[in-house]
């Protein structure tokens, strides 16, 4: 049984597909325009591929341009769901002045769907009219009249993050720079200001996984207050980018071979961001790749 549902409606143009958008991102499954005689048969319908389980909540979007639409009849179907058969049901309902919603229409130059042949202003107005028992009936209401897609899209995240999945799946690579930056990156640090372990011959065979040249990295002076700013910076960010609704998060960790440095260092941060609450997923892109002399540049001067 799904755990919740919300149904999503309100005046058009109110911003109704921006909250479906983002509650989608969030993690819940969207319906638009469902006819709500279906909605039992959506109920009882086999989960989708990749869903996790039966818990996922249910975002279901109508309005004057969905068939059948009675409002009447809406709220007393959604009181017979959840009277009946205990389904925890909420409304929320976009409204939005009609000068506001003027300008919407008048900017898009789209047509409004009550008025095709008149004036945007008479098809908001009846539309108001119409929607009215919804609007009574919604135990949630946002008026998007000072309102952008994107601020809206902040409330929806605010209101209903704890309802949904809406961490953004956090990867961390390391690579080397010889063979190229890792496409998609969101942040690149370059770790190759680090003594480098390929330089000498007990190490080079190793990799960042193994303690000797972990314990090599970590003995360079520079080493502990890099790794303290780049983690922090990370805790930081990672929260924003959460707020901002960021769906993927990928941070690459780069030396010149990728297997010694960027290897050790994301170890160490993707262990750090664990204890912090993240849930990072570990990727050594170049990890078996030869070592080769030409690729690392001559060493470092002693």
Request: neutral net charge; charged residues 25%; aromatic residues 6%.
């Given at each position: 049984?799904?755990?919740?549902?919300?149904?999503v409606t309100?005046?058009?143009?109110?911003?109704?597909s921006?909250?479906?958008?983002?509650?989608?991102?969030?993690?819940?499954e969207?319906?638009?325009?469902?006819?709500?005689?279906?909605?039992?048969?959506?109920?009882d319908?086999?989960?989708?591929?990749?869903?996790?389980?039966?818990?996922?909540p249910?975002?279901?979007?109508?309005g004057a341009?969905?068939?059948?639409?009675?409002?009447?009849?809406?709220?007393?179907?959604?009181?017979s769901?959840?009277?009946?058969?205990?389904?925890?049901i909420?409304?929320?309902f976009?409204?939005?002045?009609?000068?506001?919603?003027?300008r919407?229409?008048?900017?898009?130059?789209?047509r409004?769907?009550?008025?095709?042949?008149?004036?945007?202003g008479?098809?908001?107005a009846?539309e108001?009219?119409?929607?009215?028992?919804?609007?009574?009936?919604?135990?949630?209401?946002?008026d998007?009249?000072d309102?952008?897609?994107?601020?809206?899209?902040q409330?929806?995240?605010?209101?209903f993050a704890g309802?949904?999945r809406?961490?953004?799946v956090?990867?961390?690579q390391?690579?080397?720079f010889?063979?190229?930056?890792?496409?998609?990156?969101?942040?690149?640090?370059d770790?190759?200001f680090?003594?480098n372990?390929?330089?000498?011959?007990v190490?080079?065979?190793g990799?960042?996984?193994?303690?000797d040249?972990a314990?090599?990295?970590?003995?360079?002076?520079?080493?502990p207050?890099?790794m303290?700013?780049?983690?922090?910076?990370?805790?930081?960010?990672?929260?924003r980018?959460?707020?901002?609704?960021?769906?993927?998060?990928?941070?690459?960790?780069?030396?010149?071979g990728?297997?010694?440095?960027?290897?050790?260092v994301?170890?160490?941060?993707?262990?750090?961001l664990?204890?912090?609450?993240?849930s990072?997923?570990?990727t050594?892109r170049?990890?078996?790749?030869?070592?080769q002399?030409?690729?690392e540049?001559?060493?470092?001067?002693?």
């Amino acid at each position: 049984m799904t755990k919740d549902i919300l149904l999503v409606t309100g005046l058009s143009g109110a911003g109704k597909s921006t909250v479906l958008k983002t509650l989608e991102d969030l993690g819940w499954e969207v319906v638009d325009n469902l006819p709500l005689v279906l909605l039992d048969r959506l109920l009882d319908a086999p989960l989708a591929a990749g869903a996790a389980d039966d818990s996922q909540p249910l975002a279901i979007g109508i309005g004057a341009r969905t068939r059948d639409f009675d409002p009447t009849r809406i709220v007393e179907r959604i009181r017979s769901l959840r009277d009946d058969h205990g389904l925890d049901i909420g409304m929320l309902f976009l409204d939005c002045s009609g000068a506001e919603l003027e300008r919407r229409y008048s900017e898009t130059r789209r047509r409004h769907p009550l008025a095709p042949d008149r004036p945007a202003g008479d098809g908001i107005a009846r539309e108001r009219e119409l929607l009215r028992p919804l609007r009574d009936w919604a135990n949630r209401l946002i008026d998007t009249t000072d309102l952008t897609a994107n601020a809206l899209a902040q409330q929806v995240r605010t209101t209903f993050a704890g309802h949904g999945r809406d961490a953004p799946v956090l990867s961390i690579q390391s690579f080397g720079f010889a063979r190229g930056l890792p496409r998609n990156a969101d942040l690149v640090f370059d770790m190759r200001f680090l003594r480098n372990p390929h330089w000498d011959p007990v190490l080079r065979p190793g990799t960042g996984l193994d303690a000797d040249v972990a314990a090599y990295v970590a003995a360079d002076p520079a080493y502990p207050a890099a790794m303290e700013q780049i983690g922090g910076l990370l805790e930081l960010l990672l929260p924003r980018y959460r707020a901002e609704g960021k769906s993927y998060v990928s941070v690459a960790i780069g030396c010149t071979g990728g297997r010694h440095r960027s290897v050790h260092v994301t170890e160490r941060l993707a262990d750090r961001l664990r204890k912090a609450g993240f849930s990072p997923t570990i990727t050594h892109r170049d990890l078996g790749a030869a070592p080769q002399d030409s690729l690392e540049g001559p060493p470092a001067s002693k």
